[in-house]
């Protein structure tokens, strides 16, 4: 009877570890892959300068507040003979800790009392290039994912896009008032009225 336990527990073991050694295979081979992909490809974001930029905005005068993430990570394709076969259907994920406004008390607030309101640790999405001139980007924030349409240009090697969000579209309402609460004098114009804007511009470059 102990005989068989043993022979029976020998078998799970060797099932289990070879199942994690074909697992480990696969990733590698995956990772190996994705390698040659980038390598063979002319132009890949992951290799590219990507600089990830907005302008938010507060008082009735609609003064502008410039930022930027620091991080991108491209999750999924990104890789091309061409610009434009690079950056369509490129998914992305940018982490909201990586928030740059050169005044690390308002990357505090904008982190706690804007994207942690929302428990939002990530912005994730996905770029489509629809014709030489526009796209359509899909945002997911807040657990909501909206397609955005932005317009973009070519020069040389370098890809810009702009586009304009209403924050509203992912349900957001709540944690602007969240900021603009913790912001309230800042956020004061000429008129003794805090606000802040619910429109934020995005601005990304990819220099190849």
Same mark, same amino acid.
């Given at each position: 009877m102990r005989k068989s336990i043993s022979y029976i527990l020998l078998i799970i073991t060797l099932v289990i570890s070879s199942s994690c050694k074909t697992e480990v295979k696969e990733n590698i081979t995956k990772e190996v892959l994705k390698k040659i992909e980038i390598s063979s490809s002319k132009f890949s974001l992951s290799n590219a300068k990507n600089t990830i930029g907005w302008t938010a905005y507060k008082t009735t005068?609609?003064?502008?507040?410039n930022g930027k993430f620091k991080k991108v990570n491209i999750t999924a394709n990104g890789n091309g #003979? /061409?610009?434009?076969?690079?950056? &369509? #259907?490129?998914? +992305?994920?940018? =982490?909201? $800790?990586s928030i740059f406004t050169q005044d690390s008390s308002r990357d505090y607030k904008i982190r706690k009392f804007f994207f942690s309101f929302m428990n939002t640790n990530l912005l994730s999405g996905k770029l489509e290039v629809l014709t030489n001139n526009t796209g359509v980007a899909t945002i997911k924030m807040n657990g909501i994912s909206d397609k955005v =349409? +932005? /317009?973009?240009?070519? &020069?040389? &090697?370098? +890809? $810009?896009?702009k586009s304009t969000l209403d924050i509203n579209n992912w349900n957001a309402k709540a944690a602007i008032a969240s900021l603009n609460k913790v912001c309230e004098e800042l956020h004061k114009g000429s008129?003794?009225? $805090?606000?802040?804007?619910?429109?934020? /511009?995005? #601005?990304? /470059? $990819?220099a190849f």
């Open positions: 005068e609609k003064i502008p507040v #003979n /061409t610009i434009k076969e690079a950056i &369509n #259907n490129t998914e +992305f994920a940018i =982490p909201v $800790s =349409p +932005f /317009t973009y240009v070519i &020069n040389e &090697n370098t +890809f $810009s896009m008129d003794g009225i $805090s606000k802040t804007w619910d429109e934020v /511009t995005l #601005n990304i /470059t $990819s």
